[in-house]
């Protein structure tokens, strides 16, 4: 599975982004997608994911109500929608693909290049 990552940016406090993941290579029928995140100086986290097939969600305590993840398996792509930013929520984004669900990077077993999200005060 390779994956693409597109969308960061700068933004201000309470402003959107919409982090895109385009998939190629292997069906993911059977994956689950993950947004991992990582702040200078941090250990990357779990952000967000969803379930390919079924198109379950599980969120970050500190995301819920402000992040939506979501899936087009026509276009083969995983969106983060991310409202209500805060400078908290300043990191490298990556998206990630696995076999299972879980919120541990080290289970993820493919990665995107991460895309830089600015949020200023």
């Known amino acids: 599975v390779q994956l693409q990552a597109s969308g960061g940016g700068l933004v201000q406090a309470g402003g959107s982004l919409r982090l895109s993941c385009a998939a190629s290579?292997?069906?993911?029928?059977?994956?689950?997608m993950g947004w991992f995140r990582q702040a200078p100086g941090k250990e990357r986290e779990f952000v967000a994911a969803?379930?390919?097939?079924?198109?379950?969600?599980y969120y970050q305590d500190s995301v819920k109500g402000r992040f939506t993840i979501s899936r087009d398996k026509a276009k083969n792509t995983v969106t983060l929608q991310m409202n209500s930013l805060k400078p908290d929520d300043t990191a490298v984004y990556y998206c990630?693909?696995?076999?299972?669900?879980?919120?541990?990077?080290?289970?993820?077993?493919?990665w995107g290049q991460g895309t830089q999200v600015t949020v200023s005060s």
């Open positions: 290579g292997r069906t993911l029928s059977s994956h689950v």
């Open positions: 990630a693909a696995a076999t299972s669900y879980s919120t541990r990077a080290g289970d993820y077993g493919y």
């Open positions: 969803i379930r390919w097939g079924y198109g379950l969600t």
